[in-house]
C-alpha cells in the first residue's frame, strides 16, 4: 500500500497535520489489532512501518500535534513490565569452553571414559569419533517452540531455565518459520543463535547516529537489544538472522545424529550453518579450528570459536549433562584478543565477601570490537608479580565474556618515577582490617555487613538476574537507597513500598526517580515475592555458593526449611546433618566450611527469619520424572560397575530425579555394589540401607 495522495510531510499544514495524524493513529490501531490479536495482518510488514514513520516524521515536525493516543507512545502488546517469564521445558544449556588443544583431549578422553563396553569405546574413540564442528556465533541464543508445525512461542534464554517471551520480536525475522514445511513432529523447539553481520550492525549504527538513537557497542549486543524491544516494530527494522543448530523438547525422534538433524531443519525451513562439518576424529576437529580461525575475518559475522558436538543423538543422550553443560559438546574458543594501553590509575574494590581486588583504570582501547576501560589484577600477589604501576604500558586482553585482563606490562615503556602499589592492610571503604587467611591469596576486610561496601555489594547480588533478578534497581540506586538508610539488607527491599514517603521523601521525588519508574520498581519487587529455592539459595551470597552448588542444595534438601534445619544442625559434627552434607558429591570440606560459617552467623540467621515471612520460597521441582521410580531417592553407586561407568550411572540416576551421593548415612535409600566393594557394603549392611546389584538396579530404573 503506497501512501497514494499523500502529501509530502514537509508541505502539511497544521491542520492537514492534525487530521493526518488522527487518520494514522487509527489506521495503525487497527493493524495493531489484526496483527498481535487476530493473528491476521492486513498489510505488509513494509507498508506498516511506513505508516509508522509517517506518523514518526509528522509528530517531529509538529511535536505539539502528537495525540496523548499516538502509536509512538503507545507501549506494543505485551506486558508493560516488559516481557512475559517463560521456563524452558528443557534447560537452554550453556558450554564448557576449552582455551587450547590439550583442553580440547582431555575433553575427549573424558568422553570416552565415561563409557565401559567395547562397543561404545569403540564409537567414541578421541582418533575416530564422529562430530559436528561448526562457528560459534558470537549472538544471543533462542528457543523457538512449534506445535504441529505452527510457531507459537519465542523466548530468550535467560538464564537457562527462565528466558522471556519475545514471541512478537522474533516473528519478525525473516530466518524464523512461522510455519514449518512439510512432516514435523507434534511438538518441537528449536534452538539457535540469533546474530548480526558486521556489515548490517554497522549500517545499522549509522542509521542510528544519524536519527540521533542508540548506538551499540557491537554486533551481539545490537542483536540482543534489537530482541528485546517492546515495540516489534523496532525489531522488525533490525537486520536480524537466524540460525538453527539445537533442539530442546521434541515429542518423538527425527533423526538419529546432529548432522542427519540440520538436514530435516533445512528440510522444514530453517537455515543451518553452512560451515558446520561432519568430521571423523578429535584431529579433524582441531583442523576445523584452525581454518575458521584463520578465515574468521572473512566470515561475514562475529565468532568466537568452534563448537563440537558428539554427531550420534544416542550418544549424546547418555553423556547427559553436567551442571549446566552436556558432556557431549564443547566450545573451543579462540585465543583472546589483545591490546596495548596506559594505566591511568589503580584502585581497590571491596566484594560481597570483603575481597580487595586491585582494579586498573585504562585509557579506553578497542579489544577485538569493545571498548576496554577497566581490567582486573585479581589480588595481591598477581599485581606483585607482574609490577604493575600507574603509568605502565600495558597488554590487556579479554576472552569471551570475562573481564578483561592484564596480562603483563611493556617494560621499557615505563615512565620515570612510576612507584610501585602499595597494598592496602586496611579495607579503604570502611577502614576495618582486611586479612589474610593462611594459604589464601585473598585479602579480605573483616567487617562482614557494617562494611558498607559489602552491605551494598550483598544487595546488588541479591537483586542480580540470576538472583532475584530485580528489575529497575541499579547499582546507583542501591548505593543510595543503602546510604539514606532505606535498604539496609535485603528484606528491606520487600517493606519498601509500605515504608515509602514516610519520614523521607517518596522514591518518586528523588533524582533519577519518578511517579512511573518507582511504581515499576515496586511492581517488580512484588513480581518477585515467589522465588524457587535455588534462586534463593544464590541470592543470599554465600562465599562459593554458585548457580551450581545452589541447585544442588536445593535438590538435595528439597525446601528453605529442611535446608535451614539441616545447616543448623550440622554446626554439630557429630550430627548426622553433618555427615549427610559431607556425603553430598561434589560438596567438599571448603565448600561446607563456608556454608555452616553462614548460617553460624547470627545477622545472617536474623536474615532469613525476617524474609521467610516477606516472600515465599517454592520448594525445588524435581524435572521430569514423573513414574520415576527412584524420584526423589538417595542412591551411592560403589565397586566397579560392568554395564557403564560410574560417571554414567551418576548421570542416569540423576535424570531420573535421584539424588547420588558419595557415602553410605542413614539417608540413603539404595547402595549399588559392583564388583570388588569395599566397606560401603558393610556400612549399608550395618545401617539397613537396600544393597542392590548393577543388574538389579537397571531393572529398577527400567
Ligand atoms: S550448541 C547444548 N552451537 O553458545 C548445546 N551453541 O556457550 C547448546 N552458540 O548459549 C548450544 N553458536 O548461544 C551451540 N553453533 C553453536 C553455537 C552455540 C553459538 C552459543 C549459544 C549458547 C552458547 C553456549
Redo the contacts with the bound molecule.
Sequence with gaps: MKEAGAIAVERLSESEARAELQRLADEIARHDRAYHQEDAPIISDADYDRLRRRNAAIEKRFPTLIRPDSPSRKVAPGPAQGFAKVTHRRP????ENAFDDEDVQGFFKGVRNFFVKPEDVAKVEPDTIELMA????D???ANLIYEHGTLILGAT?GDGTVGEDVTANLRTLADVPKQLKGKAPDLMEV?G?VYMTRDDFLAMNQAQEAAGEKIFANPRNAAAGSVRQLDPTITQSRPLRFLA??FGEISGPVAKTQAEFYKRLQGWGFKV?PLAKHVAGVEAALAFHARMLAERPGIPYDIDGV?Y?VNEFALQERLGMVSRA?RW?I?HKFPAEQARTRVNEIWISVGRTGALTPVAELEPVNVGGVMVSRATLHNEDEIQRKDVRVGDLVIVQRAGDVIPQIVAIVPEERPKGARAFKFPDHCPVCGSLAMREPDAVVRRCTAGLTCPAQAVERLRHFVSRDAFDIEGLGDKHIRAFYEDGLVKSPPDLFTLEERDGKGRPPIAEREGWGPISAKKLFDAISQRRRIPLDRFIYALGIRQVGQATAKLLARHYGTLEAWRKAMEEAQDQSSEAFTDLDAIDQIGPSLATDLLAFFAEQHNRETLDQLKHLVAVEPFVQPRTTGSPVAGKTVVFTGTLVEMTRSEAKARAESLGAKVAGSVSKKTDYLVVGADAGSKAAKAAELGVKTLSEQEWLTLIG
Design positions: 537452554m544449556l550453556s558450554l561448526e562457528p560459534k556465533i549472538g544471543l541464543s534464554r534452538r543463535e543448530y539445537a550453518n563448537v558436538k552436556p559438546a566450545a
